[in-house]
């Protein structure tokens, strides 16, 4: 298995564009995590799945985030209107029983 | 609340020396797991180790060790005779498995290990 797959590796984009960022987990893992990682707040969780639901999205910031998981092979994780604080790298991990494995990570800058 | 605490946010050591990270972690679960991951550089998070709530066993894998205490609810992690490869940003989590495995992390641990 190659791990989990994210992409794109880095987005710069401009203040009040949509993002859109992409998970693939690894096949046969049940339960899938976005995490947002910053200098001033470390590794946040913002969400995550099990079975494809999403079962605790206390860790999105507000309104402008979303993510979805349509299926057990794929997730996506929207900004939108996307703004300068939201630059940071945006990790996803999914997990077989209690190990998580991580995605290289998104890094997204907000200009 | 599940918590993680890594209260050593930055630490630098000379190469060859020991140098210990502490982890202390809140969780009013009796079946928990604790985790060690590194951050090199290059930005990655590789996965070093777990342990459950009811293995208190210290686990040795070649210059890494890990002290796993309940009383003291700690799980530090040692480096022996560490070396300039070690330099990286580590991080502890907790995962409650009453609360489906959700994973919280520690704010981390910066180590520069100085040639």
């Known amino acids: 298995d190659a791990g989990v797959i994210q992409s794109p590796r880095h987005e710069v984009t401009e203040m009040g564009q949509e993002v859109t960022l992409r998970c693939k987990p690894i096949s046969g893992h049940n339960s899938l995590f976005w995490y947002r990682q910053t200098m001033m707040r470390g590794l946040e969780l913002l969400i995550y799945?099990?079975?494809?639901?999403?079962?605790?999205d206390s860790g999105m910031p507000e309104d402008r985030f979303s993510a979805k998981m349509p299926n057990a092979s794929f997730s996506t994780l929207k900004i939108q209107p996307s703004e300068p604080r939201d630059s940071a790298v945006y990790f996803c991990?999914?997990?077989?029983?209690?190990?998580?494995?991580f995605g290289q990570g998104t890094r997204l800058t907000v200009v | 609340a599940q918590k993680v605490t890594q209260a050593q946010t930055e630490i630098s050591v000379v190469e060859k020396e020991d140098v210990t990270l502490d982890c202390v972690y809140e969780t009013r679960d009796t079946t928990y797991y604790l985790f060690w991951y590194k951050q090199p550089p290059s930005g990655e998070l590789v996965f070093l180790i777990r342990r459950n709530s009811f293995d208190e066993q210290n686990e040795i894998s070649g210059r890494y060790s890990w002290n796993f205490q309940k009383s003291t609810s700690s799980f530090n992690f040692t480096i022996t005779a560490s070396q300039v490869v070690d330099s990286a940003v580590y991080f502890c989590?907790?995962?409650?498995?009453?609360?489906?495995?959700?994973?919280?992390f520690g704010k981390g641990t910066r180590l520069h290990i100085l040639p």
């Open positions: 799945f099990n079975n494809n639901v999403p079962i605790d």
């Open positions: 991990a999914s997990k077989d029983r209690s190990l998580a494995f």
């Open positions: 989590a907790l995962s409650e498995a009453r609360r489906d495995d959700k994973i919280i």
